[in-house]
């Protein structure tokens, strides 16, 4: 098959996958109504080593055919990575399954392309998301939190200090696989000027 897809960014469709998706309509139809539950943990990427079990537990209580369902999950698997990884839209990753599953008229695509469809939405988010916070952990530290208070400091062993305001802020950072914080004390005019830089930021 040479279907070009959108998931692809208009290349073809690598071969077999056309032929593995649909194996997905042959499953029990128990097995098609919780696809998601095997499909779910299978996105993220390596593919966790807990797979393999969670594919026998889940073929023997749908009794689903252990080989069609690792090839639906292999084929859906690939599908919705490339096209979260695209952040395709659920109409163009639509026509890129209704087209692989044999057209708008194959009764294969009228089965499957609901079963993918029905979270695709919420996994691109979640998958899109993820793509972003390990984007920024690639070049270095990531905020992950933030929590502030003000102050008022009396005095000091440097003198009186005529009950300056000041801000506190903790924030707590992922770098690398090290999680940190650090407290950062702001008079009111770095208060201020970070104020006015986050507002330009966001603008």
Not at 7 to 18: D, R
Not at 168 to 183: H, M, Q, S
């Amino acid at each position: 098959m040479t279907l070009p897809l959108f998931c692809l960014g208009g290349k073809a469709a690598p071969e077999a996958i056309a032929a593995d998706l649909k194996t997905l309509a042959r499953l029990p139809e128990r097995a098609r109504a919780r696809f998601w539950d095997a499909l779910g943990p299978a996105l993220p990427d390596p593919l966790p080593a807990s797979v393999e079990s969670a594919l026998d537990t889940f073929a023997r209580a749908f009794e689903a055919p252990r080989d069609d369902l690792a090839r639906a999950l292999k084929a859906s698997r690939f599908l919705v990575r490339e096209a979260c990884a695209r952040g395709l839209d659920r109409s163009r990753f639509e026509e890129d399954v209704v087209g692989l599953a044999g057209g708008p008229l194959s009764p294969e695509a009228a089965v499957i392309a609901p079963i993918l469809l029905s979270k695709y939405d919420a996994v691109r988010s979640a998958i899109g998301a993820g793509a972003l916070r390990d984007t920024l952990t690639d070049h270095g530290a990531v905020v992950e939190s933030i929590e502030w208070r003000v102050d008022a400091v009396l005095a000091s062993s440097r003198g009186d200090t005529g009950a300056a305001k000041i801000a506190v802020l903790t924030l707590g950072y992922r770098d690398g696989d090290r999680k940190d914080r650090i407290t950062l004390h702001l008079s009111s005019e770095k208060l201020e000027e970070l104020r006015r830089a986050c507002e330009r930021m966001s603008s």
